[in-house]
């Protein structure tokens, strides 16, 4: 049982919008910084969103996020074949003293 | 360019030791919190501890903590994940990561996959 929340799967045809939420409480999202993170079959993590709703460089603009009280959302646009992946959430548990992960949402691109 | 470079793939029998190794490159190692991160077959990521290599505070998973041992040599630039007694249920890959903010990890190493036999 992860202490983020993501649906476990979305689905949505190339070219469309797809949205995964990541929901937390207080300890962790509510006053914290939110991360997405993807992962491509068969390879380490890959940092996509930092500090809630920037991009690292070399991160297409097609990839968004936000935040909103305990929830957090990364948006993709104009999907892809090659988004197919893994999508994890992390943040900070202040609680807890340790870092936490969404247990990860599948996008298949149909 | 950071780079992290983890030791290769282990197989081993329950019961037996294990360190792992993640080498870091292209920045001052010293300067940043190294985790470590499980991800069991087929499952999600694990958050299992952070250590600052400038004065090895660590911080680890009330998850992880009495099972695992994180440690760092900053005259090499390596971070280390042991085991003093594996069990099946450490089989996984294990992930470093360079944090720079709290639970964000910027730069990944590739991965060590670990597996245990009974």
């Known amino acids: 049982q992860s202490v983020l929340t993501q649906p476990p799967s979305v689905s949505a045809a190339p070219g469309q919008k797809v949205t995964i939420s990541c929901s937390g409480t207080?300890?962790?999202?509510?006053?914290?910084?939110v991360s997405w993170y993807q992962q491509l079959p068969g390879t380490a993590p890959k940092l996509l969103i930092y500090?809630?709703?920037k991009r690292p460089s070399g991160i297409p603009d097609r990839f968004s996020g936000s935040k909103s009280g305990t929830s957090a959302t990364l948006g993709i646009t104009g999907l892809q074949t090659g988004d197919e992946a893994d999508y994890y959430c992390?943040?900070?548990?202040?609680?807890?003293?340790?870092?936490?992960f969404g247990g990860g949402t599948k996008l298949t691109v149909l | 360019e950071v780079q992290l470079e983890q030791s290769g793939t282990e197989v081993k029998k329950s019961g037996e030791s294990l360190k792992i190794s993640c080498q870091g490159s292209?920045?001052?190692?010293?300067?940043?919190?190294i985790g470590w991160v499980r991800q069991m077959p087929g499952k999600g990521l694990e958050w299992m501890g952070i250590i600052y290599p400038g004065d090895s505070d660590i911080k680890y998973s009330p998850s992880f903590q009495g099972q695992v041992t994180i440690s760092a040599d900053k005259s090499i630039s390596t971070a280390y994940l042991q085991w003093g007694s594996l069990t099946a249920s450490d089989t996984a890959m294990y992930y470093c990561a360079r944090q720079t903010g709290y639970g964000l990890f910027d730069n990944w190493g590739q991965g060590t996959l670990v597996t245990v036999s009974s």
């Open positions: 500090d809630n709703n």
């Open positions: 292209g920045y001052s190692f010293t300067n940043y919190w």
């Open positions: 207080s300890s962790n999202i509510g006053n914290n910084y």
């Open positions: 992390g943040t900070w548990d202040s609680s807890l003293s340790a870092g936490v």
